[in-house]
Nanobody, 114 residues
Framework: QVQVVESGGGLVQPGGSLRLSCAASGSIFSIYAMGWYRQAPGKQRELVASITSGGTTTYADSVKGRFTISRDNAKNTVYLQMNGLKPEDTAVYSC????????WGQGTQVTVSS
């Protein structure tokens, strides 16, 4: 059974930075893509960034140039470095191991407010 656990959320002022981490158990982490998603109150969940097993990345237009996704296969961990945070980035951020059976974490709250 694969377990996915996010950490690193919190309250930050506009313009600040946070780094989210997502650790996945099991031996399949390195062969699948990983994705970071977010859902704000009253809005649909959206894909923020993804990274393939080979390291190819994609980003939502709203975060390009501000967020960076990376992965460390030796640690079964994917990261989301978020810089230049804006109030509209406030959401619950979840990561997903994008295997044929997607595995989701419980999410971590990110709040951007002064």
């Amino acid at each position: 059974q694969v377990q996915v656990v996010e950490s690193g959320g919190g309250l930050v002022q506009p313009g600040g930075s946070l780094r989210l981490s997502c650790a996945a158990s099991g031996s399949i982490f390195s062969i699948y893509a990983m994705g970071w998603y977010r859902q704000a109150p009253g809005k649909q969940r959206e894909l923020v960034a993804s990274i393939t097993s080979g390291g190819t990345t994609t980003y939502a237009d709203s975060v390009k140039g501000r967020f960076t996704i990376s992965r460390d296969n030796a640690k079964n961990t994917v990261y989301l470095q978020m810089n230049g945070l804006k109030p509209e980035d406030t959401a619950v951020y979840s990561c997903c191991l994008l295997s044929p059976r997607n595995y989701w974490g419980q999410g971590t709250q990110v709040t951007v407010s002064s």
